[in-house]
């Protein structure tokens, strides 16, 4: 089914020019629960921008809101206050069928489950996207055989989830995400399901993404060898950010 067109989404104003190298920025987001009589802060006013092209993790121990923020820089869930730029549009405010439209154009996720159906080919698994976005059967083909090719699953195409490694079933996930060139790749704990080496396989993947294609990655983990691997590490506990360290 066709979305609306883009200009129906921009709602609000718009960053300036200046601004366009920055993807993401959310400015005093919270995010409380009210559980009977305790207020839930899963966030509490966080701020934080990401740069296109930056390589970054968030990391965090176990309940420090690291899901909750992932869940709102990809328009999955709204905050309860603050304010929040999505790649130059003024976002929190859209309704959930825009940000459903905003999501779909604009985030590639990666979930440590990898997320894909079962019964269905790699190159079907990354063409997923592309069915609600209008692009034609063709085109779908070949950027999805492209897709795989960049995560080098090019000669898997035709495998199901069951007949591919775990790696393998992450790769294909990986390929879908990048199928609609998304302005950023938002990854769940994308190496929390799988061995140590491979996982390492998984990060190198990464990492070659983001220094030959120049892909914005942001990775949600609660392992610091992960966190290592990338430039920035954005520490959160108790729902606020502790430190914003560069490598
Ligand atoms: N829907 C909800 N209702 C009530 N409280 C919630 C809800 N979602 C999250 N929380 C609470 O918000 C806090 C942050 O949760 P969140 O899932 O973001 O943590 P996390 O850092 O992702 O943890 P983990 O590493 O275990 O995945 C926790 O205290 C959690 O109990
Ligand atoms: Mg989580």
């Not at 920025?25 to 009589?37: A, C, L, P, T």
């Not at 006013?45 to 121990?61: F, N």
């Not at 990666?110 to 976005?133: E, G, K």
Request: a neutral charge.
């Amino acid at each position: 089914m066709p979305f609306p067109p883009t200009a129906v989404v921009l709602l609000g104003a718009s960053m300036s020019t200046q601004d366009s190298d920055i993807v993401i920025r959310i400015e005093n987001v919270s995010k409380h629960y009210q559980m009977g009589d305790t207020l839930v802060k899963a966030l509490d006013d966080v701020s934080v921008q990401i740069q296109r092209g930056e390589l970054l993790s968030i990391m965090g121990p176990s309940g420090s809101g690291k899901s909750t923020l992932m869940a709102i820089l990809g328009c999955l869930d709204g905050p309860t206050n603050g304010s929040y730029w999505l790649d130059g549009d003024y976002v929190h405010l859209l309704k959930d069928d825009r940000l459903a439209d905003i999501r779909g154009r604009k985030i590639g996720f990666v979930f440590q489950q990898f997320n894909l159906l079962p019964r269905t080919s790699a190159l079907d698994n990354a063409m997923l996207p592309l069915y609600y976005n209008g692009v034609s059967g063709k085109q779908r083909r070949d950027r999805a055989m492209q897709a795989l090719e960049l995560v080098g699953l090019s000669d898997r195409w035709h495998h199901r989830p069951n007949e591919l490694s775990g790696g393998q079933q992450q790769r294909v996930a990986i390929a879908r995400s990048l199928v609609n060139n998304p302005a950023i790749l938002l990854a769940d704990e994308p190496t929390g399901a799988l061995d140590s080496r491979t996982g390492k396989e998984i990060m190198e993947l990464f990492k070659r993404l983001h220094d030959e294609r120049g892909i914005t990655v942001c990775i949600v983990t609660h392992d610091s060898g992960v966190a290592r691997q990338t430039n920035r590490i954005v520490h959160i506990r108790d729902g606020k950010i502790d430190k914003d360290e560069r490598l």
